[in-house]
Nanobody, 129 residues
Framework: VQLVESGGGSVQAGGSLRLSCAASGDTLKMNLMGWFRQAPGKEREGVAAIDSDANTWYSDSVKGRFIISQDNAKNTLYLDMNSLKDEDTGMYYC????????????????????????WGQGTQVTVSS
């Protein structure tokens, strides 16, 4: 499994960014994919997830502002981030967990501690006011 993120950068508060994640390897088993983030001095936290049926789940902190989507033909995951706030600053990681049966809300909450989660290298997002 390989996950490669791109699209991070610096933006002013209220602005928008789009993150992309190119997946390769055992893509047919990547039924659940998502984005996590980690701010300096804080634990990694789940932001958004999507399954192979295009069901989505968002953390309360980003609901209504972020949109997760995927292009199965390109094996690419996206995160459209709008109305960005200072507290959205952090390293954003693309992630997946193979197989079926995982619950999205559980994975967003505990996935950072789950050894079966695969990670990309991360892309930095910095929001300034």
């Amino acid at each position: 499994v390989q996950l490669v993120e791109s699209g991070g950068g610096s933006v002013q508060a209220g602005g928008s960014l789009r993150l992309s994640c190119a997946a390769s390897g055992d893509t047919l088993k990547m039924n659940l994919m998502g984005w996590f983030r980690q701010a300096p001095g804080k634990e990694r936290e789940g932001v958004a997830a999507i399954d192979s049926d295009a069901n989505t789940w968002y953390s309360d902190s980003v609901k209504g502002r972020f949109i997760i989507s995927q292009d199965n033909a390109k094996n690419t995951l996206y995160l459209d981030m709008n109305s960005l706030k200072d507290e959205d600053t952090g390293m954003y990681y693309c992630a997946t967990i193979l197989g079926r049966g995982w619950l999205m809300d559980w994975w967003l909450q505990w996935g950072a501690r789950e050894t079966s989660t695969y990670w990309g290298q991360g892309t930095q997002v910095t929001v300034s006011s």
